[in-house]
C-alpha cells in the first residue's frame, strides 16, 4: 500500500542508548516531518524537511537529530537516550500545490519506551 | 504565534446522540484547517479539510466542520454518532501560503460512544 511507512513500530531503549527511527514514504511528497504524541499535549512537532536537503527544528527538538537521506527518507536519531523521551512517534509527508498545503498523511506510529 | 485550542479534552456520549467538538485557533492571516481523527492503536486520518470556499465542509464517515471566520472557530459535528466513532479527534491550522507548511495541532478531544 502506498504511504509513510514506519519501522520500528515498538522499541524498548535503556538510558544512554542510541537509536534511529527510519521514516520512507512513496507518494513523491516534498516535506516530511516527525511528531511525537504525548497524552495531553496533542501532537508536537520536532523536526521538518520541507524539501529535500532541509530540514529545520520544530517545537521540541532537544535531545534529538534527523536526516533527509534523500526525497523518500527522513530520519529521527536519538543520540542518548532519556526517559522522557518515552513517547509514540509519528513521521508524516505532505505537498504543496500552489500556495495550498496539502494534508499531511501519516506513518502507524513508533512506540518507544526509555527506562 | 499561532495555536489551537480545543476545549473539550474528554467526551462521552450516547450512540445516536448529536456531537460538537470546539475548535478555536488563534492566527491573524488566511488559514487552512484541518481535522484528523486517531481510532485506538492506529495513525492520525484526515476527516475534512478546509481551504477556501463554503464554509461548512463535508468529510468522510458523515462529519461537516464549521468555519466561522469572525469567531476564528471550525467547530466538527455530526449528527448522530455510533459506536465506531470512538477515537481521538485533533484539530490543526496552518498559516495560508506558510513557507514552512507546518501544522498546528490542538491537545486532542478524546470521544467516547456508548452502546
Known amino acids: 500500500n502506498a504511504g509513510v511507512t514506519q519501522t520500528p513500530k515498538f522499541q524498548v531503549l535503556k538510558t544512554g542508548q542510541s537509536m534511529t527511527l527510519q521514516c520512507a514514504q512513496d507518494?513523491?511528497?516534498?516535506?516530511m516531518y516527525w511528531y511525537r504524541q504525548d497524552p495531553g499535549m496533542g501532537l508536537r512537532l520536532i523536526y521538518y524537511?520541507?524539501?529535500?536537503?532541509?530540514?529545520d527544528k520544530g517545537e521540541v527538538p532537544n535531545g534529538y537529530n534527523v536526516s533527509r537521506l534523500n526525497k523518500r527518507e527522513f530520519s529521527l536519531r536519538l543520540e542518548s537516550a532519556a526517559p522522557s523521551q518515552t513517547s509514540v512517534y509519528f513521521c508524516?509527508?505532505?505537498?504543496?500545490?500552489?500556495?495550498?498545503?496539502?494534508?499531511?498523511?501519516f506513518g502507524d506510529g513508533t512506540r518507544l519506551s526509555i527506562l | 504565534a499561532q495555536s489551537v485550542s480545543q476545549h473539550n479534552h474528554h467526551v462521552i456520549l450516547s450512540e445516536a446522540a448529536s456531537l460538537e467538538l470546539g475548535c478555536n485557533y488563534s492566527?491573524?492571516?488566511?488559514?487552512?484547517l484541518f481535522w484528523y481523527v486517531q481510532y485506538p492503536g492506529q495513525h492520525l486520518q484526515l476527516l475534512l479539510k478546509?481551504?477556501?470556499?463554503?464554509?461548512l465542509v463535508k468529510g468522510i464517515k458523515g462529519f461537516e466542520a464549521e468555519f466561522i471566520k469572525s469567531k476564528f472557530s471550525f467547530n466538527l459535528r455530526k449528527p448522530s454518532v455510533q459506536w465506531s466513532d470512538t477515537a481521538e479527534y485533533f484539530c490543526?491550522?496552518?498559516?495560508?501560503?506558510?513557507?514552512?507548511?507546518?501544522?498546528?495541532f490542538g491537545t486532542g478531544t478524546l470521544l467516547a460512544v456508548q452502546p
Open positions: 508524516a509527508s505532505s505537498e504543496r500545490t500552489g500556495y495550498s498545503n496539502q494534508p499531511q498523511h
Open positions: 507518494m513523491n511528497h516534498n516535506s
Open positions: 524537511s520541507a524539501s529535500e536537503g532541509t530540514t
Open positions: 492566527y491573524g492571516g488566511t488559514v487552512n
Open positions: 478546509y481551504f477556501s470556499g463554503d464554509p
Open positions: 490543526a491550522v496552518i498559516a495560508y501560503g506558510g513557507a514552512t507548511n507546518k501544522l498546528i
